[in-house]
């Protein structure tokens, strides 16, 4: 196996979504959308933004013994995606996500986990690759042990690890000092450190508490603003370009994935160019707010143009 190869471990959901004139208000029906099925999960999202982006990618996913698990295991190879890792549950459906997208591009998730939810430390233990790969991207729709698994054999064999902290919950102090980088949104940078961000000034607060925590690298991405790096010798903020935002599901999966294949090509932790790694996956995932749907939106490597 190549030195380069990134395994993303993480969830395939199919993503039930609906364009509508606006969100909802709890209890209030809005009439007038238009439906659309797409393959997502944010696991699945990161493997094909890697694989599209030029990277040597396997995905570790759990999917149900369904329609939805074949639809999202053959959409994986199109793409040319390793699944030996692709587990089948028998016991549980393939995840689903409801998407409700409003006008702005705005949107509201809720995934039905499924199968996701049992891809365990027992399975992780069958993917001999895992201790090979040069990186290792996980989010966290998965179970938090089987996380916490491979971050802390992650540690023993020096290999990088990057978390999605995505859907937003709390990780403990022994995780994050196993993280290479971790890439939050300024919500889930928010919930985890408990700074509100809003600014450069406030990424930097954030930032600084994870570095405190022995994360070695830090992005927090701004949405529209762009994103901001921090590590113990550097810092910046890159702005992202201006473009028309028809969705921005998937974004934060395409910017993570696009980063993941960006530090394949850097082999040396100390000469590892960052500015150009955060533009490169800022200049993706902008692309990616241009287009309807998760995996169909992700842009190709030949798409990506430097500003
Ligand atoms: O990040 C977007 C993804 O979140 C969607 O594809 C949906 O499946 C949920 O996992």
Redo the contacts with the bound molecule.
């Keep these: 196996m190549s030195p380069n190869k990134i395994i993303v471990i993480g969830?395939a959901?199919t993503?039930m979504v609906v364009k509508a004139t606006k969100l909802p208000l709890p209890g209030e029906t809005v009439l007038g959308g238009t439906f659309y099925m797409?393959a997502?999960?944010?696991g699945a999202?990161q493997a094909v933004a890697a694989a599209r982006l030029g990277g040597n990618v396997s995905l570790v996913t759990k999917v149900g013994n369904d329609i939805f698990g074949k639809q999202t295991v053959e959409g994986l190879r199109k793409d040319g995606i390793k699944t030996d890792y692709v587990f089948t549950d028998n016991k549980s459906p393939s995840?689903t996500?409801l998407?409700i997208l409003n006008e702005e591009g705005e949107n509201c998730?809720v995934?039905a986990p499924g199968a996701n939810a049992n891809l365990l430390p027992s399975d992780i233990e069958k993917v001999k690759q895992v201790s090979r790969a040069k990186i290792i991207l996980m989010q966290l729709?998965i179970p938090m042990e089987t996380i916490a698994f491979v971050v802390k054999n992650a540690k023993k064999t020096h290999q990088k690890v990057i978390i999605n902290p995505?859907p937003a919950q709390k990780l403990d102090d022994e995780l994050l000092k196993g993280l290479f980088l971790i890439t939050p949104n300024e919500t889930e940078a928010a919930l985890l450190t408990g700074i509100t961000v809003i600014d450069e000034e406030t990424a930097s607060q954030a930032s600084k508490i994870f570095l405190d925590k022995g994360v070695e690298n830090v992005i927090i991405t701004l949405g529209k603003e762009g994103a901001y790096f921090e590590n113990n010798n550097q810092h910046f903020k890159i702005p992202a370009p201006l473009v028309k935002v028809i969705d921005t599901?998937?974004a934060?999966?395409t910017f993570s994935g696009a980063i993941a294949v960006a530090l394949t090509e850097k082999q040396d932790r100390s000469t590892i160019e960052w500015e150009q790694v955060v533009k490169f996956a800022i200049v993706a995932a902008s692309k990616s707010v241009t287009r309807l749907g998760?995996q169909v939106s992700i842009p190709y490597k030949k798409e990506i143009v430097l500003y």
């Design positions: 969830s959901n993503d797409n997502g999960g944010k999202n995840g996500a998407i998730i995934v729709e995505a599901t998937a934060g999966d998760a």
